[in-house]
């Protein structure tokens, strides 16, 4: 198992980005197909590893800031922030911020408080009546602090890095979630893999 310098990493990451509508922007076809899978990015990973494991960087509450604030979350509520890494077989795929407003972390969706290393993708899409609205996408730079992050893990990158948000409602209840695909990431090889 990689060792995760824990003291490296300033938690909260945070995510500056430009998000906009895919068909806004240029985008490689299979890099696409990884953006805009309205589907569970937790189990589209385990599809192509062995092992897949959750690694939390941190969660704690503060106020929505105005740069992620959109018409579900407002710009000062208080949210439950957490970020944490995807890892498939020891390799960083993907870096995850959550905003979780405290007023959606009632009755059932309480638990989401509290997740530890469990996916909050794999209690999301095994929730009956989950609606997620549009994706939006951006991209990072080499400079970003999510590119930063993937340089701790010494995933070094030419390019630019791509992610994606999107706001989920459960009963109603807004959360966002929003994944960036690290430097070696799945999203970035043209491999096919073939299920039954």
């Known amino acids: 198992m990689i060792e995760h310098q824990q003291e490296l990493?300033?938690?909260p990451v945070t995510l500056q980005a430009n998000w906009c509508l895919a068909s806004?922007?240029?985008i490689d076809v299979h890099l696409r197909d990884w953006l805009l899978d309205p589907g569970s990015l937790t189990q589209r990973l385990k599809m192509h590893c062995t092992e897949f494991s959750v690694y939390v960087i941190g969660q704690k509450v503060e106020p929505c800031s105005p740069l992620e604030a959109n018409n579900d979350i407002v710009a000062g509520e208080d949210v439950l922030v957490r970020e944490v890494l995807l890892f498939c077989d020891n390799l960083p795929q993907v870096f995850a911020r959550s905003l979780l407003p405290l007023r959606s972390l009632t009755g059932e969706e309480r638990k989401l408080a509290s997740l530890g290393t469990d996916s909050l993708g794999h209690v999301l899409f095994n929730h009956p009546n989950l609606r997620r609205k549009q994706?939006?996408?951006a991209s990072f730079s080499r400079e970003s602090s999510v590119a930063q992050l993937a340089k701790h893990y010494r995933l070094q990158?030419?390019?630019q890095l791509w992610g994606r948000r999107s706001v989920f409602l459960i009963e109603d209840k807004p959360l966002?979630?929003?994944e960036v695909f690290l430097p070696q990431a799945f999203a970035?090889?043209?491999v096919t893999v073939h299920h039954d």
Request: glycine share 0%.
């Open 24 to 26: 806004s922007v240029e």
């Open 188 to 190: 970035y090889q043209h």
């Open 9 to 11: 990493i300033t938690f």
């Open 157 to 159: 990158s030419k390019e």
């Open 135 to 137: 994706i939006e996408v």
């Open 176 to 178: 966002m979630v929003a």
